[in-house]
């Protein structure tokens, strides 16, 4: 049972259900699985967020305009413009409407490269032009095993969150997605998430403050699927879920969301 301090806390935090496509869909099958989603999610209290490519950027949000689906990227570069062949700027995102971006993600860390310090030219980059950031961390399964794990956190959050200050955080997502639970099956158990959700909140209270720590809304990926999350979602530091594969389908997804509803 948890206690009505424990509610009133955690009520000060948005709760998100947010969906990675990762490199999947063209924009015809992102059209057509919108269409399929928005009446099966219309009545959720939770907040629904989509990253999607950006190819089918433009289209999803003329889709999702006036429904309960926040629309976002899954990448962008720091600069506003200029000679980076290839590249998305925070500005370009914005204007077709995306309202956050994903960074960080560990893809892009592991297969790109990505260091904390390029990461945080990012944040710093979205929030200048008011896209939210949601900030993925999380351990490789060889840090965990040689007990690195909260080293990783800490370096990654404080890392990855240089000068941001506490009223951009408090707008900002933090997503822990231990990387040995992405696309492995192989979930956390709900109390070992909770137990590192814990831990990047206080990470978070001795940088910016106990204030800031409370309002993050920080959300929990790997393997996440219509019958587990209800467990996960259970946690006190847990303010929602990033998923990938069981995103992918409109119904699956639409289960996750609906998840206080159904049984599974
Ligand atoms: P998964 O991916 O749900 O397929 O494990 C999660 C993520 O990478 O965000």
């Not at 990762?22 to 269409?35: D, G």
């Not at 433009?58 to 980076?84: K, L, P, R």
């Not at 965990?144 to 404080?158: H, P, S, Y």
């Not at 990047?200 to 309002?215: L, M, P, S």
């Amino acid at each position: 049972m948890k206690t009505r301090n424990q509610f009133m806390v955690e009520n000060l935090r948005p709760k998100i259900i947010a969906g990675n496509w990762k490199m999947h869909k063209t924009t015809e099958e992102a059209l057509h699985y919108i269409k399929k989603l928005i009446p099966i999610i219309k009545s959720t209290s939770e907040k629904v967020y989509l990253a999607v490519p950006f190819t089918a950027l433009i289209s999803v949000c003329e889709e999702c305009a006036g429904t309960n689906i926040t629309v976002g990227a899954q990448n962008m570069y720091e600069a506003d413009e200029g000679a980076f062949t290839g590249e998305i700027s925070a500005r370009m995102l914005k204007e077709v409407g995306a309202q956050f971006v994903l960074l960080g993600h560990s893809e892009r860390r592991q297969i790109f490269s990505e260091t904390n310090e390029f990461i945080n030219k990012k944040v710093l980059s979205a929030l200048a032009v008011g896209i939210q950031p949601i900030l993925c961390v999380g351990e490789t399964l060889e840090e965990r095993e040689q007990g690195l794990t909260e080293r990783v956190l800490v370096n990654q959050i404080e890392g990855s969150l240089g000068h941001v200050y506490d009223h951009q955080l408090e707008n900002m997502v933090i997503a822990y997605e231990p990387v040995w639970a992405i696309g492995t099956g192989q979930t956390a158990t709900p109390e070992q998430a909770q137990e590192m959700h814990a831990y990047c909140r206080k990470v978070i209270e001795n940088e910016w403050g106990d204030e800031t720590a409370i309002k993050v809304p920080i959300l929990y990926g790997g393997s996440v699927r219509p019958d587990n999350v209800k467990n996960i979602m259970e946690q006190p530091d847990i303010d929602g879920v990033l998923v990938g594969g069981a995103s992918l389908s409109p119904e699956s997804f639409g289960q996750i969301i609906n998840y206080q509803t159904i049984n599974v």
